[in-house]
């Protein structure tokens, strides 16, 4: 976990009409790139720009990389690899490449663009094959200004192609685009001497002012949606179910959000269900004798598959084993499904993709989706995974399950219990004190005194703890080189830790519990309880840590790597990085978990439990999630808190910037910047003042001076 201190011309909107590829070269080109940018029938055509870089977006260097358009790339088109994984866009990329070098020179000259999978390996063939397609671009061989090779495999046959090309064509540029299967090899080296030569690009997924962009043109002539609020759905959306920001995935959620548009991502069971639904009636490859089966019989079906796939701890799966597990369970429900025609559309659609000789899902929440729909109608399943807190390895399962009818009282009761058992054996197992107050001596501008107690009440509280003496020593001793026994006292420790385990249940108790309308207040608010405690334990082994963090920039404990990012690079001592870490520690804590719990619909419960923890830094850890997410009411628990706070407290401290940032940052309405701001003035000015309660005059002399500067430039 990393720490943090506190347009393009070629876009095209029109709508989808039958494709002609007649016409002179730039006709084609343009036909077949509008064919490639059109993912369904009912959707729009649009391009944005896209980012490419020396580097995968995996790599740790990534920040300080500077990426490439792809407009220069065709300006000035040279040899290389671009890589990505699959369904990124690539072939929509050559597309644009080859129509947009056209489109620039006035040579008349043309980057040949083709499928690698349906050209022969050997050079007469080649040759064949390059001059039809000049015949179909309407251009001379003499025009060849290089080409472009969609879905180039690597295997030996693709390898001879482009050896045999280059030897037929000497001196053009060959741009190869390689789709990866599994994403997890994006960073690995082509095994090909034929490409090893050629220098590799990585096609990036869509940063937000790239999905902003491409939601601008989408929402033309749609003036009830709001670009910014939009935007933000669709980014949250995405990222939520941990899928990439493709353009793909982005006008999914767009077409979603046209049909229904809602701000908060209250059930994505729904959302899911939604996108199966479009997915599977816009499905047209199905043979005119077949039928189209039943959604919902594929939904029980495929659940029947995915429990077994997760009694067994399996991943892939053949496709024998899975015409087998399907038609074993029509056999038992005396149902008639074409599996045939299941497992097509499932391919074809890529909610499953190969690996190898055999197909995995491309995305575990499809798993986890048709899973849940089985334990909500199998008990057996649905206790195998309530029991021994398995739901923990996946809490999106758990989400998924209390958001089909959104009242699985079984599963909130189940969740506190465990959540109780879990942090029961966190204390005795680490000797932390349950009530140990980490910001208890600090103050908005802390004093010298009030950070030698928080040290001496670090090192008093932990004494006696059970934490590994490596930790302690990181703590106690400035000047030791303490990397390597400190990482090998902690991965003895790690396997008989259960810290992880307890976040990833905290994960999916927060997606459940706002799944839950209509589970009792009373069980709701004792799981809410839960999920903030372990929140504050997050923060108490963090404050535990910082002087390690503070000294070597990162930290392990029980399985969770702890990072500093560049941004504390530039404190350039230990004591002021470690000042600015205690700062931060509340902040990234929120950063990190407030979208498991975000639902507009819990203001209430909030409420509740503000009302009901005062002075705790659970209710900190609240009234920032309010600040962040603000539901119904937020501004009178803000306000009511702001006036009984100290007014040099470190909690009023902490609200004051988050309100801050919020209303420099966020994309909000004039209205609720005002409010933002009147906060955040109001905080300021009891800081400065003392005024228990500021009148609107100090609060607006505050907010000038303090909100209303301009930006630094």
Known sequence: MAFRPVASKHIAVDIVTPISLG???SDILQAEFDESTTCYSSKKRLWIDRDLASVPETSP?????????????????????IRSPKQFGLTCLGRFLALEYFRENDTGAALVMTDVSGMPHHREGIIAHIETRCKELQIEKKSIAGFILDNWGGDKGDRRLLRELKNAYQGLPTIVLAGIDDCRQIAEAMQTEDAAELPTLYLWSLSRARIRELTTKYLQGMDNLDDDLVTKKVTEDIDGLNIHRTPLNCLLILKL???????????????????LFLLFYQYSKIPRYAARPDLKDCEFALGYFCEWLLRGGKKSFSKSEFYQKVQEYCDKQILDLDIEILFAFLVSENIFVRKGLEFEFRFTYWLYFFAAHRMHHDSNFRGFILSERR????????????????????????????????????LQRTGMPSDFSPFKNILWVPTEEGVEQLKKQLSDSLAESALPSAVKDAIADVGYDRAKPYDQALAKFIEESSLIQMIQAMKGAARALRNSDHVSPTAKAQLLERVIRCWVR???????????????KEA????????????????TTQTARWKALINAVVSNVILWYHQDIFSRKMGALFSNFVQDH???????????????QRPPGWEKKLEYFIIRE??????????????????????????TRQQLRHLAGMAVAKHLTGAKHPNPKLVEQAAKKNLDVPEEK
């Open 614 to 628: 005062p002075s705790e830094l659970g209710e900190l850890l609240i009234l920032m999630v309010m600040v962040k």
């Open 61 to 81: 260097d990534r920040d300080a990389v500077t990426t490439i358009s792809c407009g220069e790339v065709a300006k000035s088109p040279r040899s290389c690899v």
């Open 646 to 671: 100290h007014k040099n407290s470190f909690p009023l401290s902490r609200i004051y910037v988050a309100l801050w940032q919020e209303f420099k940052l966020s994309f909000s309405t004039e209205r």
């Open 538 to 552: 997050v923060c108490q082994i963090l404050v535990v840590l910082s002087p390690v963090l503070a000294e070597q």
């Open 257 to 275: 959000a046209e049909q229904a548009f809602d701000e908060s991502p209250v059930n994505r069971t729904e959302m899911i269900g939604r996108v």
């Open 391 to 426: 739901y923990s390895a996946f809490p999106e399962i758990i989400e998924f399950y209390a958001g089909i009818d959104r009242m699985r009282t079984d599963a909130i009761v189940q969740l506190t219990q465990d959540m109780d058992a879990m942090d029961a054996d966190f």
């Open 23 to 25: 016409g002179d070269t």
């Open 556 to 571: 392990r404990f029980e399985g969770i790597n702890f990072c500093l990012d560049k941004t504390f690079d530039s404190y």
